[in-house]
């Protein structure tokens, strides 16, 4: 059973971003949602989408994040702190170094993207399980 976890106002004038993915191996598509809030918790965006032919969990976390990145560079968003709890994602994010994996495209297209936004921050978040 999973236990409800607290989302944690971030500090005044940053916005949180969450994404997170759902996966149907058998029929190789994935469900993204993304959700942007301001310190208040209040909802200023919230996105759903589906995509096809994914059938590996963090290229489909990847790919949210790529989203999630690319919705926020178009709305011109300040100020963000990314959230998720998808570490494998987010720790090839912040690594100096490239990434040679399966996702590494999608991934080097998210630093790009972080590499012009000083204002941007990614982190890991636990969600707690029982």
């Known amino acids: 059973m999973q236990q409800l976890v607290a989302w944690d106002k971030p500090v005044r004038v940053f916005i949180k971003v969450n994404w997170d993915t759902s996966l149907d ?46 919705l926020c560079s178009d709305l011109n968003i300040q100020n963000a702190i990314f959230e998720s709890d998808a570490k494998g994602v987010i720790e090839a994010v912040q690594s100096e170094e490239e990434v040679v994996l399966d996702f590494s495209s999608i991934i080097e297209d998210v630093k790009a993207h972080f590499r012009n936004r000083t204002d941007w921050f990614i982190q890991f978040v636990i969600r707690k399980r029982t």
């Not at 989408?49 to 994914?54: A, F, G, M, Q, R």
């Open 25 to 70: 191996v058998k029929r190789k598509r994935m469900g993204i949602g993304i959700i942007i809030r301001d310190e208040e918790g209040e909802a200023l965006v919230v996105v759903c989408d589906l995509k096809k032919n994914v059938v590996n969990a963090v290229v489909a976390e990847s790919f949210a994040l790529r989203k999630a990145v690319e």
